[in-house]
Nanobody
Framework: QVQLVESGGGLVQAGGSLRLSCVAS????????MTWYRQAPGKQREWVAG???????NYVDSVKGRFTISRDKAKNMVYLQMNSLKPEETAVYYC???????????????WGQGTQVTVSS
């Protein structure tokens, strides 16, 4: 089985920064795309940023220039550096990875349990 665990969330003042991390563990052969989502109270889960296996990145317009997604292939980790945070970005942040395990030829999506980010005004 594959497990994803996020960390790095917390309470920060508006304008502050946080760095989220997500690590995958298990019988992993390869990881394709890695993605960050967030879900604010009472709202739908929103795609925030993604990074391909080749290192190409994409961001939702609202975070461009402030957030940076990166990955460490050797460690099966993805990061989200968040700068200039805004109160409206208070949410639970989730990572998702497309993982191929050693006994399969297919990639399966796996999600972490989420980490809370609270931005105070």
């Amino acid at each position: 089985q594959v497990q994803l665990v996020e960390s790095g969330g917390g309470l920060v003042q508006a304008g502050g920064s946080l760095r989220l991390s997500c690590v995958a563990s298990g019988s992993i052969f390869m990881i394709n795309d890695m993605t960050w989502y967030r879900q604010a109270p009472g709202k739908q889960r929103e795609w925030v940023a993604g990074i391909t296996s080749g290192g190409s990145t994409n961001y939702v317009d609202s975070v461009k220039g402030r957030f940076t997604i990166s990955r460490d292939k050797a460690k099966n980790m993805v990061y989200l550096q968040m700068n200039s945070l805004k109160p409206e970005e208070t949410a639970v942040y989730y990572c998702k990875m497309e993982v191929r395990i050693r006994t399969s030829y297919t990639f399966v999506e796996h999600w972490g349990q989420g980490t809370q980010v609270t931005v105070s005004s």
